[in-house]
């Protein structure tokens, strides 16, 4: 208590003239991130073209709407979930079985109710027991792995000829329709966490579980919604891959889980919860996409691409830990 | 006497075990396809896949942190290891320990320096080895030549075992002494339990996190560089199913990810679940996925087992139920 | 008295915010020497400086004659420093010897355990517990005896200067008693003590001389009998003191009420009855693991394996459910602010209107512009400067954020009930004063209050009605005149003798 007083006294005397203000690091950071990235841009040949631009946009879809979900589990407190990659590619597969069978909207439907569940079933586990969300989901990823070998023998599966599919591989003026998918999970994300009162419950658990439970938030609920949201965006995405490549199996969700988790750091979203936000989280993917594109654009070959991310959360986790520090 | 074993989370994993080799001897009755002679020898190679990783991983646990880097590492290590041991495997072995050594090492200063949580720092790190591995590989499989080598450290020594996995026994042996005996094991529970309690009473917190997630680099290095050379090969994508048997197995082991509990020997024995598990599933012909829906299952099991909130929702159930009648 | 310990013109800053000034100090050998203040006066980064936590910008620390520096808590250990912190420093999963040897600079990486043994066991002589188990673990240890395990600790090491920060926030006062007398034997053996307290009975009743820390700097030292209970409360504000607790009204409406039968938690409480009418406040006293605590917890819907029947103006509370106790504007502040009441990242504004959402989100969508105006009302209702709505509840004093939690359950469309634990600790004593200011309004608003508090002079000073209770259940009810503070602290204490007079 009374190490908290200490600093509390700063804040009523302000800081002496001379002290750097941290306060302004955050911006300083961004302006700088912002003004590098786009002199790297425009430095890049073929930077602007229209092809990079729309394949760039289209690639940051995927993992986008899986880190705007992976954010809302962040936000509740519940640090990163593994399973989001395996979900996707179980999204994928159902959505694939299902339009063969009924058509493109019945496959939607299967596709979000199955990501959606299968998430939600580990954020009820993770809320209502207080289970460890890291081991839920790395148990989560077994057994979705598991199940979907039952069915699919590890192989690939494919779009019957006639359901119509091609038809959502185009664009929306202009842009590719991953993107506005994108756009809208982002859009959707942003409204959850800032205009409903779920969101705001999010922010509370994420910051304090136990305040948050005794100013009467419902705890189990809050989290399982969380991830039942986190399970749709992902589902969406599995849609997404689904379509784009024209087939699935289970490989394809492979990683995404990192990427996403990669995103919501480098857009400034907190690990330890009750901090963040959806738009954050989408200038996140884009930071990396942009850097992923323009190594590719510069020759450096896609292994490069890992490298360069794991350096950039390097870096983004550590400037903020400079950055909060007083 | 009773009821302090049954508390123990350290019997837990015995428990465990003891039901996983009755079961399948049960599913096996008469075909003598899993209690053959053969089975202990694949149980213990299996184990030697993912017992030392588990260990590495467990510490960090113990210690209320996450070492998501090992499975980078784990795949690293094994590329390092083929490239640069093909005329002298020891040199290949000494490359990659050190490179998980310093690894292990430089993330561990960051947490220190920075005070930050260690799966933001290791997720950096994962990715980082990942992307590593890729360059080094330019993204393809590299074959290991020396032969030799590679069936050597498979080759069956004493009946049971081989120098993989006497490798991985004789490093557990030495961790659990040390564990017991000395100083270290208490003040690693201590860190767990309360790290600031600990800080504070003296422990040199600093110092056992840095230590830890180097022991845990060299570990998943280590097992990734042996595994290599006995597959012959390394590739840097193909190894990265590491994490949940590695996780599994420390949980199975009585390691609580709410500190203050789990040992070195407890570790052992969770892994030598999944080994029994793993080798036993496929010495009765089960198909693949089931050791993946059974360690999931049993994963997630003791996931809600272990939930701190457990106990109180049985209650409220029980309560609402009183109220209803 | 040889001098064990001075310090000369310590100075320390926080990027830029000065927490300590030009501080000078000194101690000599056998002293048991007091030190007050006000939260934020500096006391504890002094404490922590001394410790090896945090490193001072400026200044000397003269050890035993000769200059030192200390960069950890290792080192301090070498020094013959020890502290026994507010928060404890025991692991709760180790046995008591393990914890009395944790981190001790003595013990080699490999050793013989049964000297350990015999040397802990000689500590836990000293203090007078030498019947405990060495072995038990000390998460099944009370608070008051874990204090013990550390001051064992500090004697095992040879500690010359034994630092207390705070030591009796959470103890009973039975168990304050046993540490009282355990360092006035301490200094008998010529060790030091540097006593940390808010509550100045302890100060008076135990130290030698006092120190009291003001805005960071060290406005004075006198032994205590030169300064009065007043005077030292004056030192500590710099400014004069006027009367803590307000004046107590009358009731307005005795029928309505919070009432509380056969409140039951197993293992904790048994049996508990009281009436809470609004307009009072009702103070459940007893010591730490009396259950008073529990009370409150199962009346706000904390505890799912409560039973009983609670009515609030004659309609029933359910128990075990926080969300319905909300939504009957029955609200609960805990004593552990920081971990279970504020949401310390977040904003003044949403930590003030965080029970309130629910009314101003028709399907589940908030109306910002009505929370923003409703957090302004409830800031300046419970005088929180409305500026600061947009900063991290976490840089609020202590007081402050107790407002924050206050303002919360202010302004509903009809009075609650209030259920608190320790509503003032951890609060100075300009602080607290508001907050009984703030209790008493809160009570001519209509509400009904239920608190619990260790400080008996707190319990004399606000209750209307005092419910006491020994061990989970109840021993007496007082109101009025008839409540003071001799005959409650026999009852939480020693309610058998009381029975057999």
Redesign the interface.
Known sequence: MTGKGDTVRGTREMSMPLAPDWRLLPTAVRAVVIVALTVACVATPGFFSLPNILSLLTTVSFMGCVAVGMTLITISGNIMSFSLGATAGAAAMVFIVAVNIGGIGIGLIAALAVAALVSAAQGFAVGWVRANPIIVSIAAVALIYGTAEIFTRHSSIYFKPGTGIEILRGKLGGVPLEFVVLLCVTAAGQFILYLTRFGRNLYMMGSSFRAAEAAGVKTWRTVTGAYLWAGAFTGLAGVMLAIRYDGANMDYGVGYEYDAIAAVLVGGTLMKGGHGSALRTLAGAMIIAIVQAMLLLRGFRQEWQYLFTGLIVFAVILLHSSGERR | MKASIRNDPHFRPLVILAACIVLLSAVDWGQWRFLSAATPFSTLQTFANIGLVALGLGLTMMIRE?DLSVVGMFGLAGCVAVMTGAAHPWFGIACAIAIGLAAGIIQGL?MVR????S???T??????????A??L???RSVPYDNFRVALLVNEPFAGLLSVRSGVSLAIFAVVALTFG????G??I??I???R?????????VDAFIVGIFAFSGVCAAATGALLSYSLASAS?AGLSDV??PA??AA?LGGVS?G???GRPLGIATGALVLAVLRSGLNAVEA???????A???I??T???G?????M??L??LA?RERTDR | MPEVLSVEGLGKSYTGVRALHDVSFSLGSGEIRGICGENGAGKSTFVKILMGITQPDSGSIRIAGRARDIPGPRQAQGMGLGIVAQELSLAPHLSILDNIWLGSAGVPLLHRRQALRERAQKALDALGVGDWDLNGRVGALTMGQRQIVEIARLLARDTQVLILDEPTATLSDSEIERILAVLRELKAQGRSVIYISHRLGEIFELCDTVTVFRNGECVATKPVQEVSREGLIELMLGRPFDEMYPQHHANPDARNALVIERLTVPGMVHDFSAVAPRGKILCVAGQIGSGAAMVTRAAAGLLPDAIGRLTLDGKTLRLGSVPHCVARNVFFLSEDRASEGLFPPMKVLDNLVATRLYAHAPLGVLSWRALRRIATDLAERVGVDRNRLGTAAVNLSGGNQQKLLFGRTLERTEPGVLLMNEPTRGIDVGARAEIYRLMRRLCDLGYALVMTSSDLEEVVGIADIVVTMYRGRTVARYEGERIAMSTILADITHPAEQAAR
């Open positions: 996450f960051i920075f005070a930050l949580g799966v933001g720092v997720l950096g790190g994962l990715l980082t080895f990942v992307g590593l890729h360059v590989t330019e993204n005996f000395t100083r270290l208490r003040d529970i201590a767990g339990s309360d600031r309690a600990a800080m504070i009473a003296g422990v040199n840097p994490l949940v996780a599994a949980i990810l500190g203050g509990s198909p693949p996925f089931v050791n993946d829906i360690m999931g299952a994963l997630l003791v996931a809600i272990d939930g701190p909130y457990l109180r929702r209650r409220q309560a």
